[in-house]
């Protein structure tokens, strides 16, 4: 394998100011990528601003020698994400690289949660993503290329407690990715979803004795292959953390098909529940012609 370089690259990567993203930041410019360190600087619960959390990681960046602007725009709002895009085609003239990596919590159960907890976590990751990548989409197609990567997390893809305003804002953004990388692949843009698993400063109280071994700094290589040129996959899921790296997927089971013209009811569903459930044989559809792809046969026989 050729080393993984971003010479002449420009990358945006939001919520970069600490955490991961800022692990992220540095590792591309390290590896020679001009890069957009986007931050609010906000509080975990994305309560105030402040602009020192991204110049802080840009100073860090030129103090190593590499190139860097810092964005304090924020990703909740359609202005926020055009200024942020607007800032690496000003500094740098392009966009290759967008990782949307911005993110608060507002934890509640969901009897308790408040409507303004749910739009707070929908506006920051799931419109801020769309908000982002939107204008950076469009500047990637005209150059043809473009690596995307959306922070989903296992909340939302498996599920955790008290997380539902989360959760759904991070699945949501599996269902942009499933249809970005579609779109984007005539134009060699390539888009996929990391879940990852962290110490930071919205985890440390959630992660107990494993926290130790969940070093940011073990995260940063997959989303930095995501982000390259080098990356062959779009449309897809990937777990880091600690170390270990996994795929994530929808698959589709085989089923159990009724029978062409056949009456199906509610008791038939009932009593073929093992073979609708049954694993053996699943496919991991690429989009919703592979699902049909799999229907039609059943439906063309006799
Ligand atoms: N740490 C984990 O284990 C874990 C697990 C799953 C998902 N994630 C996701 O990873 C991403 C990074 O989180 P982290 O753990 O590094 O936490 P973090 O709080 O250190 O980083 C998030 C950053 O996003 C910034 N931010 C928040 N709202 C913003 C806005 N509106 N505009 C611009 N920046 C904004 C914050 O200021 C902060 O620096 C988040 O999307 C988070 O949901 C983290």
């Given at each position: 394998?050729?080393?993984?370089?971003?010479?002449?690259?420009?990358?945006?990567?939001?919520?970069?100011?600490g955490g991961l993203?800022r692990t992220?930041?540095?590792?591309?410019?390290?590896?020679?990528?001009?890069?957009?360190?986007?931050?609010?600087?906000?509080s975990a619960a994305?309560?105030?601003?402040?602009?020192?959390?991204?110049?802080?990681?840009?100073?860090?960046?030129?103090?190593?020698?590499?190139?860097?602007?810092?964005?304090?725009?924020?990703?909740?709002?359609?202005?926020?994400?055009?200024?942020?895009?607007?800032?690496?085609?000003?500094?740098?003239?392009?966009?290759?690289?967008?990782?949307?990596?911005?993110g608060i919590l507002?934890d509640?159960?969901?009897?308790?949660?408040?409507?303004?907890?749910?739009?707070?976590?929908?506006?920051?990751?799931?419109?801020?993503?769309?908000?982002?990548?939107?204008?950076?989409?469009?500047?990637?197609?005209?150059?043809?290329?473009?690596?995307?990567?959306?922070?989903?997390?296992?909340?939302?893809?498996?599920?955790?407690?008290?997380?539902?305003?989360?959760?759904?804002?991070?699945?949501?953004?599996?269902?942009?990715?499933?249809?970005?990388?579609?779109?984007?692949?005539?134009?060699?843009?390539?888009?996929?979803?990391?879940?990852p698993l962290a110490r930071t400063r919205l985890t440390e109280e959630l992660l107990g004795p494993l926290a130790d071994a969940l070093d940011p700094e073990l995260v940063?290589?997959?989303?930095?292959?995501?982000?390259?040129?080098?990356?062959?996959?779009?449309?897809?899921?990937?777990?880091?953390g600690g170390?270990?790296?996994?795929?994530?997927?929808?698959?589709?089971?085989?089923?159990?098909?009724?029978?062409?013209?056949?009456?199906?009811?509610?008791?038939?569903?009932?009593?073929?529940?093992?073979?609708?459930?049954?694993?053996?044989?699943?496919?991991?559809?690429?989009?919703?012609?592979?699902?049909?792809?799999?229907?039609?046969?059943?439906?063309?026989?006799?």
């Amino acid at each position: 394998m050729t080393d993984i370089g971003f010479v002449d690259r420009v990358a945006i990567v939001t919520g970069a100011g600490g955490g991961l993203g800022r692990t992220y930041a540095l590792e591309l410019a390290a590896r020679g990528a001009s890069v957009v360190v986007n931050d609010l600087g906000g509080s975990a619960a994305g309560v105030g601003a402040d602009a020192s959390a991204a110049q802080k990681v840009v100073d860090e960046i030129h103090a190593a020698g590499g190139a860097a602007v810092a964005s304090h725009d924020s990703v909740a709002t359609p202005e926020g994400g055009q200024a942020i895009v607007s800032a690496a085609l000003e500094a740098f003239g392009k966009v290759d690289i967008v990782i949307n990596n911005a993110g608060i919590l507002r934890d509640r159960t969901f009897a308790k949660l408040a409507h303004e907890d749910l739009d707070a976590v929908l506006d920051v990751h799931l419109k801020g993503a769309f908000h982002v990548t939107q204008p950076a989409f469009r500047a990637m197609k005209e150059n043809n290329y473009g690596r995307i990567v959306f922070t989903a997390s296992n909340a939302g893809v498996l599920g955790n407690f008290g997380q539902t305003n989360y959760g759904a804002a991070k699945m949501g953004l599996v269902g942009l990715n499933n249809v970005l990388a579609l779109e984007g692949a005539k134009n060699n843009i390539k888009s996929n979803v990391i879940c990852p698993l962290a110490r930071t400063r919205l985890t440390e109280e959630l992660l107990g004795p494993l926290a130790d071994a969940l070093d940011p700094e073990l995260v940063t290589p997959m989303v930095v292959y995501l982000a390259s040129e080098a990356c062959e996959y779009t449309h897809e899921i990937f777990s880091a953390g600690g170390g270990r790296y996994a795929r994530m997927f929808v698959g589709l089971t085989p089923g159990w098909f009724a029978g062409k013209g056949a009456a199906v009811s509610a008791e038939d569903v009932a009593a073929h529940l093992d073979d609708i459930r049954a694993q053996d044989g699943y496919i991991v559809p690429s989009s919703v012609t592979d699902e049909l792809g799999a229907l039609l046969p059943l439906l063309q026989s006799d």
